[in-house]
């Protein structure tokens, strides 16, 4: 069995064109997706929350990612959740998450 210590997987659209740099001979591409959950609240009225994740590619998929990819796809994407932490030049403390990508599917078309 694959290992479930920190997996993710999401299904969303993307909000963004991925912004693809290479570094050396190393490709990354990154972008973020929206995932929406619907419920209703107590009075019976559909409710909708919309969720945003950063999404980090490397390698061969992202490659694949800034060839086929654009803003409003909807894709599929496994990976491991990534804290980290930078300082501002005012040195403030910033911390960021991601979900680092090694599994890509697109789905359908646009929305």
């Not at 932490?85 to 998450?97: A, C, L, N, V």
Request: charged residues 30%; aromatic residues 8%; glycine residues 10%.
């Amino acid at each position: 069995m694959k290992s479930l210590r920190n997996s993710v997987q999401l299904i969303g659209r993307l909000g963004k064109d991925p912004e693809v740099k290479v570094f050396g001979e190393k490709k990354k591409a990154s972008f973020s997706i929206a995932t929406t959950d619907s419920y209703k609240n107590a009075k019976g009225e559909k409710v909708e929350d919309t969720q945003w994740h950063n999404i980090v590619i490397w390698g061969s998929l992202a490659g694949i990612a800034e060839k086929y990819l654009k803003k409003g796809n909807e894709v599929c994407v496994e990976g491991k959740l990534v804290h980290r932490q930078y300082e501002t030049t005012e040195g403030e403390k910033r911390f960021f998450t991601e979900i680092n990508v090694n599994d890509l599917l697109m789905l359908g078309g646009n929305k």
